[in-house]
Nanobody
Framework: QVQLVESGGGLVQAGDSLRLSCAAS????????VGWFRQAPGKEREFVAA????????HYADSVKGRFTISRDGAKNTVHLQMNSLKPEDSAVYYC???????????????????WGQGTQVTVSS
């Protein structure tokens, strides 16, 4: 059984940083894409960032480009999302997701991802 567990969320002030982690059990991330999505109250779940495990290409939403960095740790089978210069509008539940055989043109699409974590809350106060 595949399980994804996110950690690292919390309450911070605008301008602060957080690092989220996504650890997988029951499978490795090989040959997959790992994405981070977020959902604020009353809004659709939206793409934040993704990394293709093989090759390491990274992709970001325009709203986080230059502030967030996604990375992988092969030894720990973990993906991190480093979030800097946080803004109140970054407040949301952040979800980690894994998809197999995800093509670049679809890497931002929720439907490309089969496995999802339970989410971790990030709250940024002004």
């Amino acid at each position: 059984q595949v399980q994804l567990v996110e950690s690292g969320g919390g309450l911070v002030q605008a301008g602060d940083s957080l690092r989220l982690s996504c650890a997988a059990s029951g499978r490795t991330f090989s040959n997959s894409a790992v994405g981070w999505f977020r959902q604020a109250p009353g809004k659709e779940r939206e793409f934040v960032a993704a990394i293709r495990w093989n090759g390491g290409s990274t992709h970001y939403a325009d709203s986080v480009k230059g502030r967030f960095t996604i990375s992988r740790d092969g030894a720990k089978n973990t993906v991190h999302l480093q979030m800097n210069s946080l803004k109140p509008e970054d407040s949301a539940v952040y979800y980690c997701a894994v998809g197999d055989g995800v093509i670049i043109s679809a890497i931002r699409a929720k439907l490309s991802y089969k496995y999802w974590g339970q989410g971790t809350q990030v709250t940024v106060s002004s």
